[in-house]
């Protein structure tokens, strides 16, 4: 693995095991480090990691957070993140990877949501819940990479929305990643936990200081009871040396409903595990994604939805604008298992290519073992409808103006899903300023 080598890693992995050898996290750790070892770094070879290379990321000199790295990130810089909305909401900083309480701002009283550091979490009144529920993702995702994670879960947060609250505050976790003075490599790890009839708002976004390479390898798995609902969004728009490898992992242990949306503007190598693993019956969720992509970037959205009871549905739907050199990847699996009877559940993934020279590749997949389903799976790559150009060209509109006008509408399906009023009008203004440029 050239600069990241197994010895260095191994030296990191023993010096954090030895912090709290009594932790139930130490078993995680170690069952993580051993994948780690077994798997290796996927390659092109690998079905899931066809279109996306992750050798070059490792061939940097990253210092892992565990390192003696002293960061500069301070509340100005969380000041430069914040979010539109941020006055209203519960704000948890993520320093190099680390959940930082000092910097951050509950606003919702304990008797609504709890957000404690992981480590707090495991060996207190949660025990059982982190027991029980931290690592089920490695069942879906079970790489290298995931693994690494896991082998380095370390100043993690737990987040538990108490039981019949409606949180009115969104939860915002900023990631801050301080590269001033070294490529850095953070692994942030959460555990969130929506307990039965709770509503819970969550909102992730990143940024990169300085001019070295940051490289965030993220996991986060949430648990989803009975009539709860949950928004997760994520937001990526870091410099071209941010580089992102994430997997939200989301679990509706109850019946539920469960609303996903990622938008991906800019950043290095990006890659966005997206599973929804549906399984008691009657269990809803809907997953939307907006990649809008320029220079060499390169986004790669994988989805995953479980239907493992029947009675279940889920609408996916993903959209990508590739221009310049950049590049778009688009994998979506549905699964019906045989217990799935009368499950509904559809896909699509739409696509614009604006140069010649930008790159998209989509694979929509239907596993279906039911015979009494609905299910449909499509995509579409194209150029922008030169009829609607000509249209509004011929009322004296630019090529660039028209231009922009179409791909904002084509947008828009996606950016009216977000439900929180501040975020949607945010997202709205950025993807104005991209297709301005």
């Known amino acids: 693995m050239e600069k990241i080598n197994l ?6 992995f ?37 279109y996306t290379s992750v050798s070059d990321l490792f061939k940097k000199e ?27 909401a519960n704000e ?27 480590e707090e979490a495991a060996n207190g009144i949660y025990k059982d819940l982190v027991k029980e529920h931290l690592g089920k993702s490695t069942l879906f995702i079970n790489d290298a990479i995931h693994a690494l994670n896991t082998s380095f879960i370390y100043g993690g947060v737990f987040i538990y929305a108490v039981k019949g609250q409606i949180i009115g505050n969104p939860v915002y976790l900023y990631h801050i990643s301080d590269a001033t003075e070294n490529h850095i490599l953070s692994q942030p790890r959460s555990l969130i936990f929506a307990d039965r009839s709770s509503k819970l708002q969550l909102v992730e976004t990143y940024k990169t200081i300085g001019s070295m390479d940051s490289f965030t390898n993220e996991v986060v798995e949430v648990v989803v009871k009975d009539n709860a609902i949950l928004e997760y969004y994520k937001i990526q728009n870091d410099g071209p040396n ?34 929804i693993i549906m399984e008691v019956a009657g269990n809803e969720a809907h997953m939307y994604g907006l990649y809008l992509l320029q220079g060499n970037s390169h986004v790669d959205n994988h989805t995953l939805v479980d239907n493992r009871m029947p009675n279940c549905f889920s609408n996916e739907l993903y959209k990508g604008v590739m221009d310049e050199r950049s590049t778009g990847v688009f994998s979506g699996k549905i699964f019906v298992r ?7 559940a559809y ?36 150029r922008l409808d030169e009829e609607a150009l000509f249209y ?8 660039e103006h028209a231009q922009a006008m179409l791909l904002k509408a084509f947008a828009e399906s996606i950016i009216e899903q977000i439900k929180i009023e501040p975020l949607k009008e945010y997202a709205e203004q950025l993807i104005v300023d991209r297709l301005a440029d």
Request: positive net charge.
């Open 62 to 88: 990253y210092h892992l957070t565990e390192d003696e790295v002293k960061t500069g990130i301070s509340k100005s810089h969380v000041d430069e993140i914040r979010l539109p909305g941020f006055e209203n």
């Open 392 to 399: 509004l060209r011929a009322r004296g509109i630019s090529k």
């Open 7 to 12: 010895e260095y890693l191994g030296e990191k």
């Open 338 to 344: 045989p217990d799935a009877q009368k499950t509904n």
């Open 242 to 275: 941010g580089s992102h490898v994430g997997t939200t992992h989301i679990r509706q242990i109850g019946k539920s409903y469960a609303h996903t949306l990622v938008i991906s503007l800019d950043g290095g190598m990006i890659r966005n595990n997206t599973n």
């Open 347 to 382: 896909q699509t993934n739409n696509n614009i290519l604006l140069s010649d020279n930008a790159t998209v590749n989509t694979k929509p997949q239907l596993e279906i073992f039911a015979d009494d389903v609905k299910c449909s799976h499509g995509c579409t790559v194209g």
């Open 92 to 118: 948890v900083v993520f320093a190099n990877g680390k959940f930082v309480p000092e910097l951050s701002t509950i606003r919702s009283s304990k008797e609504q949501l709890v957000i404690l550091p992981l």
């Open 14 to 50: 023993n010096q954090l095991q030895r912090i709290d050898p009594d932790n139930l996290l130490t078993d995680v750790r170690r069952e993580g480090f051993k994948n780690f070892n077994k798997k290796g770094l996927p390659t092109f070879k690998n079905e899931e990691w066809k």
